[in-house]
């Protein structure tokens, strides 16, 4: 039978397998041709992903705005953090969003100030009826962890294909709400805790960090994981770490070499009678020169320049945000009375400039000109929005309603008028008063809880904020009073009650008290750290 006969039921089964080859080679084809049209669109997709910027934005604990080199410290050295500062932006006036921890720790996650978001105190400290020190009023309640209802930047970074990373201290909420709750797919060291259990070297006695081996420095372990975080990404997808150091937060301490260092160059400085002075409540530091605090600075500075190192080796430099700030003032009273804000006024926990004030250096390749300065006031609410904006995303003014985006200031432009806001209806452990502030332009107006009193400020002529104009300029000072009682009652903010246990005798005791016995104290210990023989109550020079 010829192949060729129309009815050969083989020649037929041969046509249709010859048809069925063709159609399959077709459909082959035709599929590759999807896949590489898919493929095609999804590195298309990755490329444009690739054009979002990385973020390092490292977050330092109770650092002072002139604590650093570049802000006129001649005591401590910080060669890396300046180092920001010639290749970014540098505000002269940029603003935590609360004179203590964790209330302005949650202000840069929400983008809200603290009276909207209600962590209004460090989580952990005495509020109401528990509140027993001898003072007028019961400090307010106050929210104690990050609630859950509200978005973090990272968790909306996340849904843009970052990936996130956090290390070091949190200080927003214990179980259920750490950094893994609020959008952070790794976290080195974050907990409840606002100082480091184990003190700053290994064992740190921290669940949520390994120990390194005996005396490993806790702030160069955290800029080493950060470090080690940013060589592993891949370049497709970009990140944003948050680097916020346990430093220079107390316990204050540091390695034997570098006591020495500075305690060598404390002791050429013009010898002094008194370190400190009373302001009010509380002895305040008049001078930068504890030698341990000057170690744990440069301890910080070389983990920031590991940092950057990482991102210049991984070639990402051009590609990578770096912001650099402070969660509130240096401590210059309370707590290790480690530095001196001068010529600002007061520190961590004061309602004056040293308490609010942070340093903030943004380094914004191809934006922010390098070596730039900026007088803007901005605020640690800001890094919310301006982060979106950096990365081409949609703002979110449902979530960052007290932030704005500073992007326009890194261009060289300015920013509308706003009014900024801080309520902080406590005690500071640094004799803060419980008080709110609102900055209008250059006038900054104080309004204390205990007594109804206002104090008002002339910033542009008085950055030390020595005279108070408020019997001079009263219509000023009255209107911006109600200006903030306006904006606390939309946000439901919470203030304290009168303590009926307040007796004028125990509040005059404890004022004699701190005159007469803490303050000679204070000195004397202080003067101690000099010594050539000094030698820290537990033994920290195992350290590195
Ligand atoms: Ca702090």
Not at 82 to 96: I, W
Request: net charge negative; aromatic share 10%.
């Amino acid at each position: 039978m010829s192949p060729h006969n129309p009815h050969d039921p083989i020649a037929d089964r041969r046509s249709l397998a010859v048809l069925s080859m063709t159609c399959l080679r077709l459909s082959a084809i035709l599929l590759a041709l999807v896949i590489v049209s898919q493929l095609f669109n999804a590195s298309l997709l990755k490329a444009d992903e690739v054009k979002r910027p990385n973020f390092v934005l490292i977050l330092a604990d109770d650092l002072g705005v002139h604590d650093m080199s570049i802000e006129g410290s001649t005591f401590h050295e910080t060669p890396h953090i300046d180092s920001l500062t010639k290749t970014g932006m540098r505000f002269t006036q940029a603003y935590a969003c609360c004179q203590v921890c964790s209330p302005s720790r949650a202000s840069i996650q929400l983008g809200q100030f603290p009276a909207r978001h209600g962590i209004t105190d460090y989580i952990g400290a005495a509020s109401g009826t528990k509140w027993n020190r001898s003072d007028r009023v019961l400090p307010a309640q106050y929210v104690h962890e990050l609630p859950q209802t509200q978005t973090t930047i990272a968790e909306e970074l996340k849904k843009a294909n970052y990936k996130t990373f956090f290390a070091g201290k949190w200080h927003l909420g214990g179980e259920g709400s750490y950094p893994a709750d609020h959008g952070y797919e790794v976290n080195v060291g974050g907990m409840e805790k606002g100082s480091p259990p184990g003190g700053f070297f290994s064992p740190y006695n921290n669940p949520k960090l390994p120990d390194g081996p005996p005396g490993e420095s806790l702030p160069l372990r955290l800029g080493d994981e950060t470090a080690k975080f940013i060589r592993s990404q891949d370049r497709d997808q970009p990140f944003f770490a948050m680097l916020s150091f346990y430093s220079v937060h107390a316990p204050v301490e540091t390695t034997q070499e570098l006591w020495t260092k500075y305690r060598e160059k404390a002791v050429l400085m013009p010898p002094r009678e008194s370190r400190f002075l009373i302001d009010r409540t509380l002895p305040v530091r008049q001078v930068q020169d504890h030698p341990v605090y000057a170690g744990m600075m440069e301890s910080m500075d070389a983990a920031v320049g590991r940092v950057l190192e990482a991102i210049e080796v991984q070639g990402i430099a051009d590609n990578t945000v770096v912001i650099f700030t402070s969660d509130n003032g240096g401590v210059s009273s309370g707590d290790a009375y480690a530095t001196c804000n001068l010529p600002l006024r007061g520190g961590k926990g004061r309602q004056w400039e040293g308490g609010i004030r942070a340093p903030l250096y943004v380094r914004a390749p191809g934006i922010a000109k390098p070596g730039s300065i900026s007088a803007t006031p901005v605020t640690g609410a800001d890094f919310f929005p301006t982060m979106l904006d950096l990365a081409g995303l949609d703002l979110r003014p449902e979530q960052h309603l007290d932030g704005v985006s500073f992007v326009p200031v890194l261009n060289g432009e300015t920013l509308p008028k706003r009014p900024l806001v801080w309520h902080y209806p406590h005690y500071g452990n640094q004799g803060g008063e419980p008080s709110g502030i609102y900055r209008d332009g250059h006038w900054k107006m104080i309004h204390y809880y205990e007594d109804d009193r206002v104090e008002l400020y002339d910033l542009a002529n008085d950055p030390g904020e020595q005279t108070d104009v408020s019997t001079r300029e009263p219509l000023r000072a009255a209107t911006m009073k109600q200006l903030l009682a306006d904006y606390l009652k939309t946000v439901g903010a919470k203030f304290p009650e009168l303590d009926a246990r307040f007796t004028e005798k125990a509040g005059k005791a404890k004022q004699e008290r701190i005159r007469n016995e803490n303050l000679p104290k204070l000195e004397q210990q202080h003067a101690r750290f000099l010594d050539a023989d000094w030698s820290p109550n537990e033994n920290w020079w195992g350290s590195q």
